[in-house]
């Protein structure tokens, strides 16, 4: 949970402005920062508060191939590094087929990095020659997630018809975008009464609700609880290619009404 430094109090008046682009002299008695100043300066990156920490996840987002007479057996595998840190040497599994190597360079535009951070852009070149794909997960041995075909979220439906039970959609995750099926509509969460409803008849626009996904190719996906950045996704219509919701992965509206209801 959360320790009290991590909460920082602002007073601020939405009506009149007060501390939220500038400091107000209408509160003389605070001298901190306005809500902007301050979230300008705190740290977004999942693995900055040093809780929830996972190995390295790096979702494959392109493949470099040059074949060309100076790089002929060049084959780099290019991303953003979602959790995790990796490292010249790591042992690695290629997700979902779950073939192990280890990475044997870590390229940039600017020359080679002995290791990268959340956050980074690289290109890894793994020791053996694996068949790696965009939409694949490169994870770290030690603590890789099993790759999931079905599972329960919270989501967030943004669409302005209702969500109902076998609706089939497309669901991205990371790079991967695949096929889905919405099973059952397990609750909705009503924010008047601050507890949930079981069983809806549908989600309607800017309804949260938790329900059941089945995915036509696995995805690599932590609970979102645990990694922000591999426990998220969307929904999105396959005819128009709007976005239809914002879903986190695993039973994250239950962990917060628990926690609401039980006082912490």
């Known amino acids: 949970g959360w320790a009290p430094e991590d909460v920082t109090e602002i007073p601020v008046s939405a009506l009149h402005g007060d501390n939220v682009a500038s ?4 509160t003389p008695y605070y001298d901190g920062p306005s809500l902007i100043e301050h979230l300008e300066s705190v740290p977004v990156d999942a693995d900055s508060s040093g809780r929830h920490r996972v190995g390295l996840r790096f979702p494959v987002q392109y493949v470099i191939r040059p074949r060309t007479a100076e790089y ?10 979602a959790a995790g840190v990796v490292s010249k040497g790591d042992e690695v599994v290629v997700l979902p087929s779950g073939i192990r190597t280890t990475v044997e360079r870590i390229d940039t535009p600017d ?24 939409g694949d997960t490169i994870a770290a041995a030690a603590d890789a997630p099993e790759p999931i075909e079905a599972f329960d979220a919270t989501i967030c439906w943004l669409g302005d018809r209702p969500l109902r039970p076998g609706a089939r959609l497309l669901l991205k995750h990371g790079t991967r975008t695949t096929q889905a099926i919405v099973g059952a509509l397990l609750e909705r969460f009503d924010e008047q009464r601050l507890a949930a409803d079981p069983e809806p008849e549908s989600l309607s626009l800017n309804d949260i609700g938790r329900i059941s996904v089945r995915v036509a190719d696995p995805i690599v996906a932590d609970d979102y609880r645990v990694n922000r950045h591999t426990g998220s996704f969307l929904l999105i219509d396959p005819a128009g290619g709007n976005t239809l919701a914002a879903g986190l992965v695993g039973d994250v509206l239950t962990a917060v009404e628990v926690g609401t209801e039980s006082g912490s």
């Open 111 to 134: 020359g080679e990095l002995p290791a990268a951070q959340p956050g980074r852009s690289v290109t890894l070149l793994l020791a053996d020659d694996v068949d790696v794909s965009r």
């Open 23 to 26: 400091r107000s002299a209408n």
């Open 72 to 81: 002929p057996d060049y084959r780099g595998y290019a991303g953003q590094v």
